[in-house]
C-alpha cells in the first residue's frame, strides 16, 4: 500500500506562483511514475503533468511553459512548480502514483486563482 500527501494549495493572483508538494510512503517500487492531475468544478479530471523515475515528462499542452513537474527520489516526492497562474488553473489538484500496474491518489489540494 501507498500513501501519498499533498501540500502546497492555496489562494494566489493571477500570474502569481505556487509549488505543490507530494511524497509518497509505504511500500514503495523504484520504477514507477508519478503525476499531477487536476478537476475543476462541473469538469472531468485532467493531466497537468507527469514524471517517470525515469525521467520522461509529458505536460498538458495548457500548461506548457508554466509548470514544471520534479522529483525527489530519496524523498519519494514530486513537485509541480506552477508560474504565470491563471484564473482557469483554479481546481482541485491530485498526485498519482504508479507502479507494479497499480494507481494510487492523494486526498487533493485546493489551488484557486483569482483574477
Known amino acids: 500500500q501507498v500513501q501519498l500527501v499533498e501540500s502546497g494549495g492555496g489562494l494566489v493572483q493571477a500570474g502569481g506562483s505556487l509549488r505543490l508538494s507530494c511524497a509518497a510512503s509505504?511500500?514503495?517500487?523504484?520504477?514507477?511514475?508519478m503525476g499531477w492531475y487536476r478537476q475543476a468544478p462541473g469538469k472531468q479530471r485532467e493531466l497537468v503533468a507527469t514524471?517517470?523515475?525515469?525521467?520522461?515528462?509529458d505536460y498538458a499542452d495548457s500548461v506548457k511553459g508554466r509548470f514544471t513537474i520534479s522529483r525527489d527520489n530519496p524523498k519519494n516526492t514530486v513537485y509541480l512548480q506552477m508560474n504565470s497562474l491563471k484564473p482557469e488553473d483554479t481546481a482541485v489538484y491530485y498526485c498519482?502514483?504508479?507502479?507494479?500496474?497499480?494507481?494510487?491518489w492523494g486526498q487533493g489540494t485546493q489551488v484557486t486563482v483569482s483574477s
Open positions: 509505504g511500500t514503495i517500487f523504484s520504477i514507477n511514475t
Open positions: 498519482r502514483r504508479t507502479q507494479l500496474g497499480t494507481e494510487y
Open positions: 514524471l517517470t523515475s525515469g525521467g520522461r515528462t
